[in-house]
């Protein structure tokens, strides 16, 4: 069965025509489906929820537009959460813009579902549905440090954080919202966030409740502004993929056939990022350290992540919100060693950034009352495809069209459309097929041979 075909059954639909709205309203009942005999997991056990007296404390690391080749810079997150934990292979962001993705890590929901469809509209999320309100009211003790959603007033707290150092966006001397007042603080923002995530991680040795803290840097997000100290550091040398050097993109949509991007773009921009995300492998290794000094690290279950991933002038572009690989591909990170996952294994399942509360509320024991999109992985449950999803904003020309595409390890199929979000966030235009792409990744991995 084709993957056309495939979406348009998961939604019920008649096969050979699928429909936008039908495949966004369907796409619940899409990722329904386990594939219990691909992608399993090659860990030894999982971990079982924690009963009320041994429930983990919880910190949830999100760095902003990381892709994925960007280990050089990370080795001591990788050290740790990978050391001492998993590293999931097949990880993807199924909305691979900011304020869209991280409602997902909020909510376990696709972006069709909870309704934050671009970077313009935040307050349409539930906030009744996101994984800090649900910890909240089990008596866990809530923090939020960097970065929240993009187009949040710096002036509004934000719900279900007991504490917080909300950011406005930025590298140095930062504005934020702490605990209610907005204020300036000097000083490099990832080196704020580190500080303040310590402070509310030391109150632990006093306040017996477990903790959940939210920790956002906006590195490496653009303009990638390194702290002083990493400012010239060297980093190594990258010369492009594939994808970067193609040259006949007549089958490509229309805006990736007038993309202009060059390796030497895409170099120096994978500099910049390296160079900024020192700073936010230096703030993890001090996590560490501090569970260390709490004795708590072994009942801690990390997580790191991205809110989506990066083209370095792949097929001539750089940025995010495409449908190609380097977008929606993400590192994604877990430990937990009081919960049996602290012994460095690899998971190849297809995972998401919509498996993230599903998998906290897991190992905390406690049961969503909202319907979740993702699954634990805590679990055994596999998936053999994952939907990604994008949404226009607004009515201008140029740039990238409104898409959603199936994603399975092996191929991938994309649907371009006539549809935006208008100025209260909400989904309009015809639903008309504009354009579409399917590739065989095991043979082109790098997305160079549309075969439509």
Same mark, same amino acid.
């Given at each position: 069965m084709s993957e056309e075909n495939q979406? !348009?059954?998961?939604?019920?639909?008649?096969?050979g025509r699928a429909s936008r709205r039908g495949f966004l309203a369907g796409s619940l009942a899409a990722t329904a489906t386990a594939a219990a005999a691909t992608g399993l997991?090659?860990? #030894?056990?999982?971990?079982? #929820? %924690?009963? %009320?007296a041994t429930r983990p404390n919880i910190l949830? $690391?999100?760095?902003?537009?990381? #892709?994925?080749?960007?280990?050089?810079?990370?080795?001591?997150i990788l050290n740790w959460v990978t050391g001492q934990g998993v590293r999931f292979t097949n990880a993807h962001s199924t909305t691979p813009l900011c304020a869209?993705?991280?409602?997902? $890590?909020?909510? /376990?929901?696709? %972006?069709?579902?909870? /309704?934050?469809?671009? !970077? /313009?509209?935040?307050?349409?999320?539930?906030?009744?549905?996101?994984?800090?309100?649900?910890?909240?009211?089990a008596g866990y003790r809530t923090g939020l440090f960097g970065k929240y959603l993009n187009a949040w007033n710096i002036n509004d707290n934000p719900p279900h954080f007991e504490e917080w150092a909300l950011l406005q966006p930025s590298y140095t001397d930062g504005t934020f919202n702490v605990n209610g007042t907005v204020q300036t603080i000097n000083g490099y923002t990832t080196n704020v966030i580190r500080n303040r995530t310590l402070s509310f991680l030391d109150k632990a040795a006093t306040d017996t409740r477990p903790w959940f803290a939210y920790v956002a840097p906006y590195a490496p997000h653009e303009p990638n502004t390194p702290a002083a100290q990493y400012a010239d550091t060297v980093v190594p040398t990258w !010369?492009?993929? #594939?994808?970067?050097f193609e040259t006949d993109r007549s089958d490509k949509p229309g805006y990736i056939q007038n993309a202009t991007n060059t390796l030497a773009d895409g170099q120096a921009l994978r500099q910049r990022q390296l160079r900024t995300l020192l700073s936010v492998d230096d703030a993890v290794q001090a996590f560490r350290d501090k569970l260390v000094a709490l004795g708590q690290l072994n009942n801690t279950l990390v997580i790191y992540i991205p809110d989506n991933g990066y083209l370095w002038a792949d097929h001539g572009r750089l940025g995010k919100s495409t449908p190609y690989t380097p977008a929606?591909?993400?590192?994604?990170?877990?430990?937990?060693p009081g919960g049996g996952l602290g012994a460095g294994t690899v998971d190849n399942r297809i995972v998401g950034n919509i498996d993230l509360a599903p998998t $906290?509320?897991?190992? %905390? /024991? $406690?049961?969503?009352?909202?319907?979740?999109?993702?699954?634990?992985?805590?679990s055994t449950y596999s998936r053999d495809h994952i939907l990604t999803e994008w949404w226009k904003q607004g009515t201008g020309t140029g740039g990238v069209p409104t898409w959603a595409s199936y994603?399975?390890?092996?191929?991938?199929?994309?649907?371009y459309y006539d549809l935006h979000t208008d100025a209260n966030g909400q989904q309009v235009g015809t639903g008309q097929v504009l354009f579409r792409e399917y590739y065989d990744l095991v043979n082109d991995p790098y997305q160079l041979v549309n075969k439509l």
């Open positions: 979406v !348009n059954e998961e939604q019920g639909q008649e096969q997991s090659v860990l #030894p056990a999982f971990a079982q #929820p %924690a009963s %009320a949830v $690391i999100v760095s902003d537009d990381q #892709p994925k080749e960007t280990q050089w810079a990370t080795q001591k869209p993705s991280r409602s997902s $890590i909020f909510s /376990g929901r696709y %972006a069709h579902n909870h /309704g934050v469809r671009d !970077n /313009g509209h935040p307050y349409n999320l539930n906030q009744n549905t996101t994984v800090q309100r649900y910890l909240k009211q !010369n492009g993929r #594939p994808s970067v929606h591909e993400v590192p994604f990170y877990l430990s937990w $906290i509320l897991d190992a %905390a /024991g $406690i049961t969503p009352t909202t319907p979740q999109n993702g699954h634990s992985l805590l994603v399975s390890t092996t191929r991938q199929y994309v649907e």
